[in-house]
């Protein structure tokens, strides 16, 4: 039973269009998003994170959306470079005051080209 | 602040053997957190660590254990290794000053044969 779900196994995008990258999950109980980047031989890196609480979060050319109503986020990259050209994790944890989030869950990734 | 560093990067084992994989947390994080990553899929929760004790198990069976060490360096052990085992494994730290987050290392690519 897949938790978090990223429907699109891949996505072709013009250099300097937008690239939205979609993520749905069903666990209410889960409070963090995160999404992360992840190069061929690296371990995934940290892009940009949004607390249940919030609906929107930005980072330079990062906007995350969240819909808590529908169980769905996404990403925005906005202008998309070819640098940006990776697999992007959608994660999903609950908050916990001591320790921090519980473990994250993954969905199973989307890979994103960005076209010269 | 040091990042999370993971050894080693690959390595090959037979079908039978055990396996060791080591992990540095980041500075200042006390949480280890180990996942598996087969081809094609997202990474999958295995354990976590926190001040050094296990703080919650995904679904993998008992032959996969792990020790977080008084400095959060963490090590994951495999016994008896299976050719399914043959993935990336990922440590990610967290519980710095931004507590909410993981940072992961590099990985280490284990294949069975």
């Known amino acids: 039973d897949q938790q978090v779900k990223q429907n699109s196994p891949s996505l072709s995008v013009q250099e300097g269009r937008i690239s939205i990258l979609n993520c749905d999950y069903t666990?209410?109980?889960?409070?963090?998003f995160l999404w992360y980047k992840k190069y061929p031989a690296e371990g995934p890196t940290f892009l940009i994170s949004?607390?249940?609480?919030?609906d929107k979060n930005e980072d330079g050319r990062f906007t995350v959306f969240l819909n808590k109503s529908a169980k769905h986020l996404s990403l925005h990259i906005v202008p998309s470079q070819p640098g940006d050209s990776a697999v992007y994790f959608c994660?999903?944890?609950?908050?916990?005051?001591?320790?921090?989030?519980?473990?994250?869950?993954f969905g199973k990734g989307t890979r994103l080209s960005v076209i010269a | 602040e040091t990042g999370v560093t993971q050894s080693p990067t690959h390595l090959i084992k037979t079908r039978g053997q055990q396996v060791t994989l080591r992990c540095s947390s980041q500075?200042?994080?006390?949480?280890v957190s180990w996942y598996q990553q087969a081809l094609g899929q997202g990474p999958q929760f295995i354990f976590q660590?926190?001040?050094?004790?296990?703080?919650g198990r995904g679904n993998f069976p008992p032959r996969f254990s792990g020790l977080q060490f008084p400095n959060y360096s963490s090590e994951l052990n495999v016994n008896a290794l299976e050719l399914d085992d043959s993935a990336l494994y990922l440590c990610?730290?967290?519980?710095?000053?931004?507590?909410?987050?993981?940072?992961f290392g590099q990985g280490t690519r284990l294949t069975v044969v």
């Open positions: 500075s200042g994080h006390n949480t």
């Open positions: 666990n209410s109980m889960f409070d963090y």
């Open positions: 990610a730290s967290s519980g710095g000053t931004k507590i909410t987050e993981a940072f």
């Open positions: 660590y926190y001040r050094e004790e296990e703080n």
């Open positions: 994660a999903a944890s609950k908050f916990r005051v001591a320790s921090g989030n519980t473990p994250l869950v």
């Open positions: 949004i607390s249940s609480i919030k």
